[in-house]
């Protein structure tokens, strides 16, 4: 069966930094895409960021670009989020997320989704 598991979420100051991961396992991780999408509370969920599993080809919403990377270890069936610059209005619930290609950030197509992990950004 499909698992996708984040961690790596908690509290920081604005201008910190964090690293969330997701170990996948279940299904064959270089066929998909993988996504790292937020939901903040009253809001929409939207995507972050996403990344090609088999080549490594990445993309980014323009609100992270610059500040946030997605990468993965391939070996391990695992992802990343690299979060620096962290401002408060990216306190969300983050989650990964799996996706058959083509891919973009669009919630509707990725297929597997873990629970998420808290992120909270103080001011």
């Known amino acids: 069966q499909v698992q996708l598991v984040e961690s790596g979420g908690g509290s920081v100051q604005a201008g910190g930094s964090l690293r969330l991961s997701c170990a996948a396992s279940g299904y064959t991780y270089g066929s998909y895409c993988m996504g790292w999408f937020r939901q903040a509370p009253g809001k929409e969920r939207e995507g972050v960021a996403g990344i090609y599993t088999s080549t490594g080809s990445t993309f980014y919403a323009d609100s992270v670009k610059g500040r946030f990377t997605i990468s993965q270890d391939k070996a391990k069936n695992t992802l990343y989020l690299q979060m620096n610059s962290l401002k408060p209005e990216d306190t969300a619930i983050y989650y990964c997320?799996?996706?058959?290609?083509?891919?973009?950030?669009?919630?509707?197509?990725?297929?597997?989704w873990g629970q998420g992990t808290q992120v909270t950004v103080s001011s």
């Open positions: 997320a799996a996706a058959r290609p083509p891919c973009a950030l669009v919630a509707g197509q990725y297929r597997y």
